[in-house]
């Protein structure tokens, strides 16, 4: 006999698109013990059963409860699921037994979690993947190491091959990377490692602008002189290559000179990282071979650009201003979540989570899904706008002016000692005097309406970029009735945190 716990095909459970699930099932007998099996069934979105994942079997007690489970990937079109408790064989008529602790969740976990009413909210977050945009790449692959002083970041296809922080044969820095081959097979990965990850990998990945024309360069040079494949390839959250890779034959010298080499790739339009690789074609094993200067910039031309430092991030995702305690999605009624504080120019990366807090110390998360990499587009000129009232932005034209970083300190002369003692209670953001331009009486009246403003202000920078400030001062410095109204606003600001 059997008993499924909700009604099949549409009236199942909802299944994200995740390839693992488990069910779990307890069983106890009253009378007779018999042979138990919990199962899951698969449906479509048109409530068609697909195919049924089965467990082992148990043999239930009079005396305690057991405990099955089975784990099984869901077919790839699979929208529904239903999990069934079975009892084998043919029961006395009457024969009674119980079915406890029935759930059903992503992974292969067997640790029972309560269910059912519980809160379920759905938190959307963003990452911003770098700074400027001169190189995409993070410090630690731009500097060839010298960040951690480890080969962070960089993996082998070939466990033998030793990779270390050489402080030897550096270009840029104090280091680059050393990469001593064992196999005529070798293949350094940069960024992200071969095959499939989780997020948590992803510290030093290569960001990617999906649609977009993307450059690698890199410096290397060999104890011997080494032909090599470099690649580079297109890849989602968890590492599934898009497309076709990029691949270019180059000759690594065997010199002490490094040799830049670089490459160019069209990005598939839901790529979310790059991975570069490097593969030894040369059928000779046992030499070192260094790579520092590590460039990733969006752009066509791979040898005009001059080197610069590494301005990319580890990803860090803090949630969307209105994107922190949703109720969750289903298939029919999707939610909807606008980023009104996007810094232009740059790359991000958007996950949205379930979270199911079934009581007050247990908190159990979904697996993230991860969007694909996003840009915004440069404005056409500076926006600002109150973050907690997105409809105020607008376009600022800001007067070229002087910034500065002020350090809070105090000076001590102590007696006896020639040398002052210099007391440091912390260093401000950039603080700036701005000087903002309007013309036409409703711009001057908009403008009006954010200095009044008693929190932090969102600008937004036509260079890309964008910084939260809180004005100190607001004056209207000059205005010109003709031909049209023209007001110059100058506001002391200081660089603040985003408001809550």
Known sequence: MWANTTPGGVSGTPVPVVSTYTALASFRAAVTPRSCRVSVLWYDTAGSLLSQSDGAFVTDSTSAWTAAAVTANAPANAAFAVVQVLVDSTPAAAEVHYADKISLH????????????????????????????????????TSGTEATDTPAGFTSTVAADSLFSDDRTNLTGQRALGWLLTSTSSKLLIGVPTGTFVLDQATYALPAIPGATMVLSLYARATVATTAT?????????GTVLGSAATKSITIPGTGTYSRFSIQLAVNASAVFLRASILNTSGVTGQTV????????????????????????????SPVRGGAALAPATIDNPRIVYDEEVPPGRVLLYKATTVRAPDLTTRVSSLPTVAPAVKLDLPSSDVLKDPLNPQSAMPVLILPDTEQIVEDTEVLRPLGRPDPIIASFGMTGRDRQFRLLVEGDLDNARLERLLAVRSALLLQFQRGGMRYVRLLSREADQRVPSPALAVIWTADTIEVGSPV
């Open 290 to 317: 260094n790579v520092d200067g590590i460039q990733l910039r969006e752009g066509t031309d791979p040898d005009s650009q001059v080197w610069v430092a590494g301005q990319g991030r580890t990803p860090v995702f």
């Open 106 to 141: 992503q992974g292969t976990s067997t640790t029972w979690q309560l269910g059912g009413n519980g809160t379920d909210l759905l938190v959307v977050e963003r990452a911003v993947m770098h700074d400027g945009i001169l190189n995409l790449a993070h410090p630690q692959l």
């Open 230 to 238: 470099l690649a580079l390839e297109a890849v989602d959250a968890v």
